[in-house]
């Protein structure tokens, strides 16, 4: 049987999970790291890089890296200019379109990035079971975590990314709710929670009542744009005002050598009271560049923000119709809930310290993993009911919204609105689906226009056509229509306002498959590299032992200066992108310290066995 | 376009998609095979969630059964099962949250035992457009005669310049014989409603006719009071803006 996984899919840093025997687990690689960070870069060749690969190419070549695509997704480019202005890749696409983000000479939108991150979870998933022995190792099926304030097209957007990177998607399910889940695990208790969800570029909060295993989301709101990320650009603008100020010139490489110092620094600060925050030599930078922060200047910077945080918190809390002080337990979510202000201001609002149990960068994964476990197993322990975060209308007369369904409607939820024509005949009727709490259309999220055809020739406002709106558990909206007086169903075209149809995920499908020669290329020298890291660093382990004047003694007349060439010829194609030359030269190098490496090993038996009386050798 | 009224109860069986066997109407899964029936034309939500026809519920008795049944009804169990049987969960789970949703707040609660009493829509409080309806309640006239001619001079006031503090003052007083208002409403909504609860099963049928249109009437005016505020609140508002 295949694999099923958890998937958590962030702005910063992916991870996924699966429900092994002893219950959730995050999937690691081989040094132990959960996060895959959420970066895609295109290398000279064409082959793709994703996550810690990427990231080095980002601060050497940042005109062929792409980051936080998350805040892309499902999103038009009217809507994306403010981020675009701060993002080193280029940003495009028609206007009232799905955004288009240019690497190198190929052109990509928000789905097939975040697909490439997806492919490396899954991989890294398969890998593991391998090794585990399974022997049907392949993970073809997973449920994905989304921001709960995510709308239709960002959901969608967000299932079609999944499809691209060859999973079935199993469900759509909102990041606070699953991290509920993996924290009511071994719980069996009751009552009502708020989960404040603050990662690297959205916000959410969660209100959930629990009884009986049953996860019932009250009221959900947030910001789908405001995270992390938001913090580091303060710190970014902080520094780069300075450097202006002594003339400095900004090249897309200092930009990212000063936004990895501000992340640095934004991490130290959540430990310490105070950091140096320094930026090494480069062409723009000669002298390179020091500056003190402290923690009270940073919280002076991102304090706004953190309020900001609290307007949707008042919102769930009034849509659930709750006071703060009715919420038996906060739990916190997400990188950035590690901020000490943050971790005040949740306390502050709710009048106790909330939980943070589990790793905050993990606890969606294991949720996701979860949730994927009970679809699976059909095992009835647990029940999850989430709400639409945004209410869903159409456009009426004069361009106002009638609403269909409302916000924090426990879903799967349908509705229904009831269509007539407006001139004899009339064969067609259009209709525009919109998301979003504002009383006009232009106000709200486009999601789709319909026409609704092949309705029977009758006298004006005498067809009554029923035009069923479902959201199903995914929080994706989908829709039918049916003229009543004829029972014939209508043919609806859907023309998602913001998203991809069918054919296009389709053709990208195969072009993937064109693709996937190079991409498998790619992760070859990943794998290559690697192999020959651990390698070179074994080597330099046995170079630097304290005894290495005895061990040389033992080696054959030569035999040092062998290793010494090998090291450094493995060390020199680690750096370019010969696979053929790695792979060659790391079986060269396990070759040339055969010798070396026995002798040492013989040289720790004996000092084992000796006792401590060697250890002056 | 009006917002659809709910399909009337039919007394129908239904059948299963699974078997073929016919169903009553009421049952959620097939007697003769067990599999999960698809949704037919129901149209009662007391019933649908196994409560009586009644005003007054226990809502705690409302959640636990909203609560069995989506451990029956939730697609999250349907995953590997039949197209039709994973279609009429998708279909008993969307009913099911509209029901709940509906039988939990108490002005809904009576707008759909009108409904399915058969008398004429309400407009919905969800769905309301946030302008008060254009007919006046006969019983409003003098406090909606009253609030008109008051708003009117405090928007005059506000554009020739008068202070925000004396025309926030001025909305505080026009509210409160809205707000009196409203609470009578309130109050013969909680009496009507005791008293159809006790007649549905005993009282003439003309009586609870009569008892249900009155419950109409209330619930109208109540929600044309609830237009009225919104009308006063956004007047404060606008006055926050100054």
Redesign the interface.
Do not use: H, N, W
């Given at each position: 049987m295949s694999k099923v996984v958890g998937i958590d899919l962030g702005t910063t840093n992916s991870l996924v999970a699966y429900v092994g025997p002893k219950g959730p687990e995050v999937i690691r690689d081989s040094s132990g790291d959960a996060l895959v960070p959420s970066v895609v870069s295109i290398g000279d060749n064409g082959t793709v890089y994703v996550g810690r690969e990427a990231q080095r190419q980002l601060l050497v070549t940042p005109d062929r890296a792409v980051y936080s695509v998350k805040r892309f997704m499902g999103r038009g480019i009217d809507d994306v200019q403010e981020d675009a202005g701060l993002l080193p890749f280029r940003v495009g696409g028609e206007p009232g379109g799905v955004v288009r983000i240019g690497i190198a000479d190929r052109e990509f939108t928000p789905p097939e990035i975040s697909a490439f991150v997806l492919r490396e979870l899954k991989h890294r998933a398969e890998q593991f079971f391998q090794e585990q022995g399974e022997f049907d190792f392949e993970v073809d099926r997973a449920v994905i975590t989304v921001p709960a304030y995510f709308n239709d097209a960002q959901r969608t957007a967000t299932r079609d990314a999944g499809r691209l990177a060859g999973l079935e998607v199993?469900?759509i399910i909102s990041e606070p709710t699953a991290a509920s889940l993996a924290y009511g695990l071994d719980k069996k208790n009751r009552g009502t929670i708020a989960v404040y969800d603050l990662g690297g570029g959205t916000f959410d909060i969660s209100i959930l009542k629990v009884?009986?295993g049953?996860f019932?989301v009250l009221a959900t709101s947030g910001d789908t744009h405001l995270g992390g990320d938001d913090f580091d650009n303060l710190v970014i603008h902080l520094l780069l005002r300075d450097l202006e100020l002594s003339g400095h010139d900004s090249t897309p490489e200092l930009v990212q050598a000063i936004r990895k110092a501000a992340i640095h620094a934004k991490q130290e600060l959540s430990e310490q009271d105070e950091t140096e925050i320094r930026v090494g030599p480069s062409t723009a930078l000669p002298a390179g560049y020091r500056r003190q922060m402290t923690r009270n200047e940073f919280e002076e910077l991102i304090g706004p923000l953190v309020e900001r945080t609290m307007a949707p918190v008042r919102q769930a809390l009034a849509d659930a119709g709750l006071l703060p002080k009715d919420i038996d337990e906060a739990v916190l979510v997400g990188g950035s809930t590690r901020i000490p202000m943050v971790r005040r201001a949740v306390a502050d609002l709710f009048g106790r310290t909330p939980h943070s149990d589990l790793n905050p960068d993990e606890v969606v994964a294991l949720g996701a993993a979860v949730?994927a476990d009970?679809?699976?197993s059909?095992r009835?322990e647990m029940?999850?009911?989430d709400v639409t975060p945004l209410s869903l209308g159409i456009e009426?007369m004069g361009g106002?919204v009638?609403?269909i369904i409302?916000r924090n409607?426990?879903?799967?939820?349908?509705g229904?609105?009831?269509?007539?024509t407006g001139v004899d005949n009339q064969t067609a009727v259009d209709v525009h689906v919109l998301q979003g709490e504002r009383?006009l259309a232009s106000d709200c999220r486009s999601l789709a226009r319909f026409k609704l055809r092949g309705i029977p020739p009758m006298p004006a406002g005498l067809p009554r056509i029923?035009v069923r709106f479902?959201i199903?558990?995914n929080g994706i909206l989908s829709v039918a229509a049916r003229e009543l007086r004829t029972g014939l169903e209508q043919t609806i075209e859907v023309k998602p306002s913001y998203g991809l149809t069918d054919e296009e995920v389709e053709r990208m499908l195969i072009e993937s498959f064109e693709h996937a020669e190079a991409d498998f290329e790619a992760r070859l020298l990943i794998d290559a590299r690697n192999e020959a890291e651990s390698v070179v660093t074994a080597t330099e382990k046995h170079l630097r032992r304290r005894d290495f004047d005895a061990i040389e003694q033992e080696l054959l007349p030569g035999e040092l200066q062998r290793v010494d060439e090998a090291l450094q010829a493995l060390k020199d194609a680690v750096g370019a992108t010969d696979r053929d030359a790695i792979q060659q030269r790391t079986h060269a190098l396990n070759h040339a310290t055969k010798h070396l490496a026995e002798i040492t090993m013989n040289r720790s038996i004996r000092e084992a066995l000796a006792g401590k009386n060697v250890k002056d050798v | 376009m009006s917002p659809d009224s709910i399909p009337v109860r039919s007394a129908d069986t239904l059948a299963c998609r699974t078997c073929g066997a016919g169903a009553p109407v009421d049952e959620h899964f097939c007697p003769n095979c067990s599999r999960i029936l698809a949704l037919g034309r129901h149209g009662d939500f007391f019933s649908f969630l196994g409560l009586p026809r009644q005003l007054n519920i226990d809502l705690q008795e409302l959640e636990r059964n909203f609560r069995e049944l989506s451990r029956k009804f939730h697609p999250d169990y349907y995953y590997n099962a039949s197209p039709q049987e994973r279609l009429a969960s998708l279909e008993r789970s969307s009913y099911l949250n509209d029901a709940y949703r509906t039988l939990k707040s108490p002005a809904a609660r009576i707008e759909h035992l009108l409904a399915i009493e058969g008398l004429p829509a309400v407009q919905s409080e969800g769905a309301a457009t946030g302008q008060p309806a254009n007919t006046v309640p006969p019983a409003l006239l003098e406090e909606v005669f009253a609030l008109n001619e008051e708003l009117d001079e405090i928007r005059e006031a506000r554009e020739s310049g008068a202070d925000a503090a004396s025309l926030r003052k001025r909305l505080e007083t026009a509210r409160e014989p809205i707000d009196r208002k409203r609470e009578e409403h309130e109050a013969q909504l909680e009496a009507l409603s005791t008293q159809w609860d006790a007649e549905r099963d005993t009282a003439a049928v003309a009586q609870q006719r009569r008892t249900l249109e009155a419950l109409r009437t209330v619930l109208l005016e109540r929600n044309y009071i609830n237009n009225l505020l919104a009308t006063i609140e956004r007047e404060v508002a606008s006055l926050g803006n100054l």
């Open positions: 199993l469900r009884e009986e049953v019932e949730q009970i679809l699976i059909g009835r029940l999850l009911l009426t106002v009638s609403k409302l409607s426990t879903i799967p939820a349908t229904r609105e009831m269509f007539t009383e029923e479902q199903d558990a | -």
